[in-house]
C-alpha cells in the first residue's frame, strides 16, 4: 500500500524556522504533483505549497517569500523550508500527493499523510 509520512514539526518561536519532509513509500509506479497542506482548529484546511515534477511551484499569499517547497524524486519526497514563522502559521501540515500504484498505473489517487503539529508561539 502507498503511504506518506510526514515530520519536521514541532514548538518555534515567531522567527524561527522549520523543515519539514514527507516521504512517500509502497507500490510506487509515479508520482505527480505534490503539496502541502494545513489545518489549524476550527479552520478548513487550505492549500500551503504545491509542486510539478522539479520546477513550476504555488504558494499561498501569505507564505510567500517565506515558505520554500522542493522534492527529491529520486527519493519520492517533498520538503517544507518555513522561515520567519509568524503565530499565525500555527496549524498541522499535512503532505499530499497524486500517485499512480504499480497495481493500477492507469488510474492516478490522491494520499494524505496524517500530518504534523506545528506551533509558533513566544
Known amino acids: 500500500q502507498v503511504q506518506l509520512v510526514e515530520s519536521g514539526g514541532g514548538l518555534v518561536q515567531p522567527g524561527g524556522s522549520l523543515r519539514l519532509s514527507c516521504a512517500a513509500s509502497?507500490?510506487?509506479?509515479?508520482?505527480?504533483?505534490m503539496a502541502w497542506y494545513r489545518q489549524a482548529p476550527g479552520k478548513q484546511r487550505e492549500l500551503v505549497a504545491q509542486m510539478i515534477s522539479g520546477s513550476y511551484a504555488n504558494y499561498r499569499d501569505s507564505v510567500k517569500g517565506r515558505f520554500t517547497i522542493s522534492r527529491d524524486n529520486a527519493k519520492n519526497a517533498v520538503y517544507l523550508q518555513m522561515n520567519s514563522l509568524k503565530p499565525e502559521d500555527t496549524a498541522v501540515y499535512y503532505c499530499?500527493?497524486?500517485?499512480?500504484?504499480?497495481?493500477?498505473?492507469?488510474?492516478?489517487?490522491?494520499?494524505w499523510g496524517q500530518g504534523t503539529q506545528v506551533t509558533v508561539s513566544s
Open positions: 509502497g507500490s510506487i509506479f509515479s508520482i505527480g504533483a
Open positions: 499530499n500527493a497524486l500517485i499512480r500504484s504499480h497495481y493500477d498505473v492507469p488510474t492516478p489517487a490522491t494520499y
